[in-house]
């Protein structure tokens, strides 16, 4: 193990031993989200951000001109990595569930990403409530550049089904409010307040299966 990590700090090095610039801003970043999900944004100095990443402030100013920039660049780095892509665009199943018309399938396939990647970056979950606590513009560009658009996929496949004769007449958006607060507000138990899972204690497959259900009983016609 200690080889490998050995062998992989290398490679993210030039000749002369310093971290290649993308390495050094990639590990910023992950520092900054460390700080920021602990203290918010408004909370946390460049000093710190550059004292914990082990670089100097001249440093973190080379990659990020201010502060804020941090916190938009967190966004676009994990916009282009898979933490952010919509469970349509790389679930196999749930696109064949759609195509089908497979009402439970769809909705326990999204449940289940969602749970799953809630549950695994607890850091960046964190960072996104302490910018919606303080009002900064990273919750208002998350919101409209994702959470609208899972309101949006969502919203239309309801709509469409309405219009099959399946599901009850309403305004869509209000079933995927209930639907996503139901595994948010099981996420943040998991994460933040039932840790121990003392209240409720199952696995990510039963919750999604289960909230699925819920929803469809509740909107059926």
């Given at each position: 193990?200690?080889?490998?990590?050995?062998?992989?700090?290398?490679?993210?090095?030039?000749?002369?031993?310093?971290?290649?610039?993308?390495?050094?801003?990639?590990?910023?970043?992950?520092?900054?989200?460390?700080?920021?999900?602990?203290?918010?944004?408004?909370?946390?100095?460049?000093?710190?951000?550059?004292?914990?990443?082990?670089?100097?402030?001249?440093?973190?100013?080379?990659?990020f001109s201010k502060k804020s920039d941090i916190y938009?660049?967190?966004?676009?780095?994990?916009?282009?990595?898979?933490?952010?892509?919509?469970?349509?665009?790389?679930?196999?199943?749930?696109?064949?569930?759609?195509?089908?018309?497979?009402?439970?399938?769809?909705?326990?396939?999204?449940?289940?990403?969602?749970?799953?990647?809630?549950?695994?970056?607890?850091?960046?979950?964190?960072?996104?409530?302490?910018?919606?606590?303080?009002?900064?513009?990273?919750?208002?560009?998350?919101?409209?550049?994702?959470?609208?658009?899972?309101?949006?996929?969502?919203?239309?496949?309801?709509?469409?089904?309405?219009?099959?004769?399946?599901?009850?007449?309403?305004?869509?958006?209000?079933?995927?409010?209930?639907?996503?607060?139901?595994?948010?507000?099981?996420?943040?138990?998991?994460?933040?307040?039932?840790?121990?899972?003392?209240?409720?204690?199952?696995?990510?497959?039963?919750?999604?299966?289960?909230?699925?259900?819920?929803?469809?009983?509740?909107?059926?016609?």
């Amino acid at each position: 193990m200690v080889g490998k990590k050995l062998i992989s700090d290398i490679l993210k090095c030039d000749p002369t031993g310093r971290m290649k610039a993308d390495e050094r801003r990639e590990q910023i970043l992950h520092t900054a989200i460390d700080l920021f999900s602990k203290k918010g944004f408004s909370g946390t100095t460049t000093k710190e951000i550059a004292r914990a990443a082990g670089v100097s402030e001249a440093i973190i100013f080379r990659h990020f001109s201010k502060k804020s920039d941090i916190y938009h660049a967190i966004l676009d780095d994990k916009a282009r990595h898979d933490g952010m892509k919509f469970p349509w665009e790389e679930d196999a199943e749930l696109l064949d569930a759609i195509h089908r018309k497979d009402d439970k399938k769809v909705f326990y396939r999204l449940a289940i990403n969602a749970l799953n990647k809630q549950q695994s970056d607890v850091g960046f979950l964190r960072l996104l409530m302490y910018s919606a606590l303080e009002e900064h513009e990273l919750a208002e560009r998350f919101f409209s550049e994702f959470v609208a658009r899972i309101y949006g996929f969502i919203g239309g496949y309801i709509d469409e089904r309405q219009r099959d004769g399946v599901f009850r007449e309403m305004d869509p958006r209000i079933a995927v409010r209930a639907f996503l607060g139901m595994l948010i507000h099981h996420s943040l138990n998991v994460i933040l307040w039932d840790k121990k899972r003392s209240l409720l204690n199952i696995t990510n497959e039963e919750a999604a299966e289960n909230f699925a259900g819920i929803l469809l009983r509740g909107i059926r016609a």
